[in-house]
């Protein structure tokens, strides 16, 4: 693998390819040449730093990775994220088609619709009202507590879905800071109010306690016999929730093989059922499996996963870029960035090999972004003329929902595009010089401003165009970037599946809890840290 990508970076240097700018001078059909669609979903990478030689070069990779082997382990259920021990079946959760996905030899699918059913009835009874609170009033706000997994994708969901939005309020509660909770609870009245307690393993302290919070809210205001009217729980621990007082049949389970970022499809999509109704929420679901069906069958240069994939350990690895920059020109995807670095730094973010080794390149890079356009009147500025080439990925539908606004989607598409033509052409010094004495400017002077106005150009971006953000959209959008972090962890030979440095985090904190709590003296923690305990411990009141 390490000499295919110093073949690569051989191949990139020797036929220029990072002259973005000159290669789409000389050729006209450039866009055609390096875009690829699936139905309305287009991917246009033709001002990334690519050629046909480079191309060749990433599909020789892909193939010495084993990418598409090891992408057909997963569909079929094979045991690869070793270190749980665990099948990756996400993909089962939107399998439309039912096409028996076995672990342990037995086929999931049933339990999975059995789930998706039992999901769809509860979210009718809230949404018609047939499902009350204990005082027979309706249920008008939803609560979901949770977080990670179990509150990223659903809060993200929900945004991006508002136009089809016709159920209850949703709010969305995941830090452990009581300002959160305590604001939520604010804005809800126990009586007409359900929380959903959603959590995987239904043990990480911020859901817990937060759980613990809203219960005590409902039992204060309702008394003790309210509280199986007002809670739902999604978790793969079944045995806890029922400690916890959840009444059975409001409890939706999921599976071991569910990656908590990878679990929208599953029971923790359950707010957004109950926001948009079970219908829409199987578009989604048929928007992700229209993903993996492509993202299965098609050669690696249609298939939009793969492309991006190796187009993201291209930037990473062979021209050394360190992160990259999420840019939806969709105001509703405006925790999209959030979701992805969750989706792609938690699962690439690691530095061992599926062989117990060092790993030979740079894995995940840093995943940020914000809504355009109002990252360009913030940190653009560093992307257009920042020393550090920050790989640019746009995100924008040909159609808005609000109708009657169409001249404002036409100022955001101008926007988008204006962009990233910015970006690839930039601007030489001859061009911001005679700029400047075009409009008057002595020549001393030009010379002198000049620099400041020059953009060097040739900054890789791609551009993702959809028809509009509807609920198949969305679930194609998360799939295909799911399926991407995938190809990049093929690629850097590691498990993406797993999450220890997370874990490390949670332990210590607990572990430090009695300190802060001042019933263990610190001694034995570093003296910072000790330090830190004690102001905190002598100022709090
Ligand atoms: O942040 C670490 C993590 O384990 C995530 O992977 C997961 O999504 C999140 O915690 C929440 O975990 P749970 O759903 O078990 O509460």
């Not at 052409?425 to 001859?430: D, E, N, Q, S, V």
Request: overall charge negative.
């Amino acid at each position: 693998m390490k000499a295919l990508v110093d073949q690569l970076k051989a191949t990139a240097a020797q036929t220029n390819a990072t002259d973005i700018r000159a290669a789409f001078a000389s050729d006209a059909e450039r866009f055609s040449r390096f875009s690829t669609s699936l139905d309305d979903l287009l991917l246009d990478y033709s001002k990334c730093a690519v050629n046909e030689q480079v191309l060749d070069g990433l599909e020789a990779l892909a193939k010495a990775a084993k990418v598409e082997e090891k992408r057909d382990a997963m569909f079929r259920g094979d045991i690869i994220n070793i270190t749980e021990e665990r099948a990756v079946l996400h993909t089962a959760l939107r399998n439309r088609g039912n096409r028996p996905v076995l672990v342990d030899g037995k086929d999931v699918m049933p339990d999975v619709n059995g789930v998706l059913e039992t999901m769809g009835a509860f979210a009718d009874g809230i949404r018609s009202g047939a499902l009350k609170g204990a005082t027979g009033k309706k249920i008008t706000d939803v609560v979901n507590i949770g977080i990670g997994g179990s509150d990223l994708g659903p809060v993200m969901a929900t945004l991006a879905l508002a136009p089809f939005h016709d159920g209850p309020r949703l709010h969305f509660v995941s830090n452990i800071d009581g300002a959160h909770i305590a604001d939520t609870l604010k804005l809800v009245e126990p009586e007409t109010t359900l929380f959903i307690i959603a959590s995987k393993t239904f043990t990480t302290i911020e859901t817990m306690t937060n759980a613990a919070t809203a219960r005590a809210f409902i039992a204060d205001k309702l008394g003790e016999a309210a509280v199986g009217h007002h809670f739902a729980a999604v978790s793969t621990a079944l045995d806890k929730v029922a400690a916890f007082g959840i009444d059975q049949a409001r409890v939706f389970g999921f599976w071991d093989w569910v990656g908590g970022r990878y679990s929208i499809w599953s029971a923790i999509g359950l707010p957004l059922m109950i926001a948009i109704g079970k219908e829409n929420f199987g578009h989604f679901l048929d928007g992700g499996h229209a993903i993996d069906e492509h993202f299965r069958t098609a050669p690696i240069r249609e298939n939009l996963p793969m492309l991006l994939g190796l187009l993201g350990f291209y930037n990473r690895n062979v021209l050394g870029y360190p992160s990259r920059a999420i840019l939806p020109y969709d105001q509703r995807l405006s925790r999209f960035p959030a979701y992805l670095q969750q989706l792609d730094m938690e699962s690439n973010g690691k530095a061992v090999t599926l062989d117990s080794k060092p790993v030979e390149f740079s894995t995940g890079p840093v995943v940020w972004g914000e809504p355009g356009t109002n990252g360009q009147h913030a940190f653009y500025q560093l992307i257009h003329q920042g020393t550090d080439v920050i790989p640019a990925e746009f995100m924008i539908a040909a159609n808005g929902h609000e109708k009657t606004l169409r001249h404002q989607h036409e100022l955001l598409i101008a926007n988008c595009l204006a962009q990233s033509e910015a970006l690839m052409k930039g601007r030489t010094l001859a061009e911001a010089k005679a700029q400047l004495t075009s409009k008057g400017m002595a020549d001393a002077k030009a010379d002198k401003i000049a620099p400041h106005r020059v953009f060097a150009g040739n900054r890789p971006s791609l551009t993702l165009v959809y028809d509009q953000l509807d609920p198949f959209a969305l679930g194609r959008l998360i799939a295909l970037y799911e399926h991407r972090v995938f190809v990049e962890g093929a690629l850097f030979n590691i498990n993406s599946f797993d999450q220890w440095g997370v874990e490390l985090g949670k332990e210590l904190a607990t572990g430090l809890l009695p300190v802060v709590e001042g019933k263990e003296s610190a001694a034995g923690h570093d003296s910072s840290t000790a330090g830190l305990v004690a102001v905190l411990l002598k100022a709090a009141r």
